[in-house]
């Protein structure tokens, strides 16, 4: 049976939080929801707060795979950073945008970390 899309973006989160508690950065949220929007990862570095979309493909025959957090998709990341932001949780914090890229085409899952991807 074919693995769904969900297990496959759960797999490509882990393996990207797995990656960013190596890097030193102490996870804050996983699976951030609000009704206009989602972030997958939202950790800290020193004193930054680093918002996370984690992207996965087997490989990049249609664009890779930052390419499809599109504009849309970073209105929506940036939105939801907002309301994060709002509910007091932060204050005088750098904040930045990463994309992290997951490509579990091959034997072994390889990873690209996108810092500052965009901005808000």
Same mark, same amino acid.
């Given at each position: 049976?074919?693995?769904?899309?969900?297990?496959? $973006?759960?797999? $490509?989160?882990l393996l990207a939080e797995k990656y960013l508690r190596k890097a030193g950065y102490r996870l804050l949220?996983?699976?951030?929801?609000?009704? /206009? $929007?989602?972030?997958?990862?939202?950790?800290?570095? $020193?004193?930054?707060?680093? /918002?996370?979309?984690?992207?996965?493909r087997k490989n990049s025959r249609y664009g890779t795979p930052a390419q499809a957090v599109n504009f849309k998709k970073q209105q929506k990341i940036i939105r939801t950073a907002q309301a994060y932001l709002a509910e007091g949780r932060c204050f005088d914090r750098n904040i930045r945008f990463d994309i992290i890229e997951v490509y579990d085409g091959g034997a072994v899952p390889a990873l690209r970390h996108l810092k500052g991807a965009f901005g808000a």
């Open positions: 049976m074919a693995e769904s899309t969900k297990t496959r $973006g759960d797999r $490509g989160e949220e996983r699976n951030y929801r609000k009704p /206009f $929007g989602e972030i997958d990862i939202i950790a800290e570095q $020193g004193d930054c707060l680093v /918002f996370v979309e984690v992207k996965l």
